[in-house]
């Protein structure tokens, strides 16, 4: 249903993305993780055409059968406005500060042509099927008389008002403290799961993105260095960085032992060596890490791009 086909993201210039290629199956969960700056927001943000000015975007992202670079300005709102909805890190920034909230959940379903009344009595059923009590008075508040966490319900449930073909969520709840971040994802997927919409999750922590979603994808500096199913991710991870990243959660030592990190600092794309991206951080970089960029390429059960993995070699008959 969505597909990154060689999607290269230049910003004045300085690559941003380089040749994400990655796929989302209609009703499927797909996490994308990495640390800050690899480019896991402007992969999201190019779906819809939200790229920065002076940002110039080559290869291609397929919306079903539709070139999203090839749109006119008609196409692009029915697509920003039926068939995907993005969930922002902050709510706050979201929803307009003077407007009520019934106003921000009638405006989406006003806009589909639905009543005045009938909107309202929708818009008091999708927050109630988010867990948000008290509906009638929620309707009549302001975004600064609600929590964080109350907030981005709300925001799902302005996401969900279209029940869309993929929901696009960038770090739904970094802004909220650990126990609403649970709640509030669980009832972002079990909704959009009811509703049968895709999902594309950005986050930079793995064992979040691996309890919501169906496959993982694993970013760093602007390039797409492994794929695998969720379900396989500790058992699977075969990509350097992945298998760092696994290394660096809490939970993973015991108390008062020293937590591994990646050596080195976050590097963006037009940083990133020739190479392999993860070269001048790999503790294992070797021969032609540094001059060659690898494939990704099938491993087990997912893809990775490195040179130091086994590939099986063609037979010859
Ligand atoms: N408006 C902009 N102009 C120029 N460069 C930008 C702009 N926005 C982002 N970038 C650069 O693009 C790269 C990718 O940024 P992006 O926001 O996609 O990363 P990210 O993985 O989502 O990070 P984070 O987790 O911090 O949100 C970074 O190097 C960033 O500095």
Do not use: W
């Not at 999750?201 to 169906?214: M, N, P, R």
């Amino acid at each position: 249903m969505l597909e990154f086909d060689h999607l290269r993201v230049e910003i004045n210039g300085r690559p941003i993305l380089r040749d994400v290629t990655l796929s989302v199956a209609a009703g499927e969960a797909v996490g994308l993780v990495g640390e800050s700056g690899s480019g896991k927001s402007m992969t999201v943000k190019s779906v819809l055409r939200l790229l920065p000015p002076g940002a110039r975007a080559t290869g291609t992202v397929r919306f079903g059968d539709t070139d999203v670079h090839t749109l006119d300005g008609a196409g692009l709102r029915r697509m920003r406005s039926e068939d995907v909805a993005m969930v922002f890190q902050d709510p706050r920034a979201t929803v307009n500060p003077v407007r009520t909230i019934g106003d921000f959940l009638t405006e989406v379903l006003r806009d589909q042509g639905v009543s005045r009344s009938d909107a309202r009595t929708r818009a008091a059923g999708l927050l109630a099927d988010v867990g948000v009590d008290h509906v009638a008075r929620r309707l009549r508040q302001r975004p600064h008389e609600l929590s964080g966490g109350l907030l981005q319900r709300v925001v799902i449930a302005a996401a969900l008002a279209t029940s869309p073909k993929l929901i696009l969520a960038d770090e739904p709840t970094t802004a909220l403290d650990v126990t609403t971040q649970e709640e509030v994802v669980a009832i972002l997927n079990e909704r959009r799961r009811e509703h049968g919409s895709a999902l594309l999750f950005i986050s930079h922590d793995l064992e979040l993105a691996a309890a919501v979603c169906d496959r993982i994808a694993v970013m760093y500096a602007g390039e797409i260095v492994e794929v695998l199913p969720a379900d396989r991710l500790h058992e699977d991870a075969r990509h350097p960085y992945t298998q760092a990243l696994l290394r660096s959660r809490p939970g993973t030592v015991a108390p008062g032992e020293r937590l591994a990190t990646v050596p080195g600092s976050p590097q963006s794309a037009f940083d990133a060596p020739a190479g392999c991206v993860f070269a001048d951080r790999c503790p294992q970089a070797a021969g032609p890490c540094r001059d060659v960029r690898p494939a990704l390429l099938p491993i087990d059960s997912g893809l990775a791009a490195c040179h130091l993995l086994p590939r099986e070699t063609p037979s010859v008959a």
